[in-house]
């Protein structure tokens, strides 16, 4: 008589180890994908962080809104293709993934200000990505006089 025990055995062990390394795989591609958000999501919002700083030096730089304009697009473009428009006491400007300056850009920067109070004028930048906020900025500098319009 033949013994068929070994190799049901061996059939059963096989088939156990192809479940267990099925199970692996299916752990380590949900642990792949969570990390590949959370990387994105921190993507995201470095690039919302960065743009509001740099918006916050342009700032400090400039005595009149047209020259704030001016530093954040040295290219020039943002006349003729609107990424840039701005009214008496905001402005909006849209960026894309690259942090220049774009037409239908993914992210949007609104700054608003008020009128300057005992030589002091404050402002908020705040950055919009899929219609929420990601970061707010409070600014507040002297010496402005060219934004109080």
Known sequence: MKQKGHFTAFYIETLVMILVFVGIILVLTQVFAAA?????????????????????EAFQAAETPDELYRLLDAAGTHESDGSLSGSVNS????????????????????????????????????????????WSLPLSSAGKEGFAR
Request: hydrophobic share 40%; with cysteine; aromatic share 6%.
């Open 91 to 134: 402005f909006t400007a849209l960026y894309n993934d690259d942090m220049k300056l774009a037409p239908g850009g993914a992210y949007r920067m609104e700054m608003n200000w008020g009128a300057a109070e005992s030589g002091q004028i404050s402002g908020l930048v705040t950055v919009i990505h899929d219609g929420s906020a990601l």
């Open 36 to 56: 590949k958000k959370k990387s994105t999501e921190a993507k995201t919002l470095t690039t919302a962080v960065c743009l509001a700083e740099n918006l916050a």
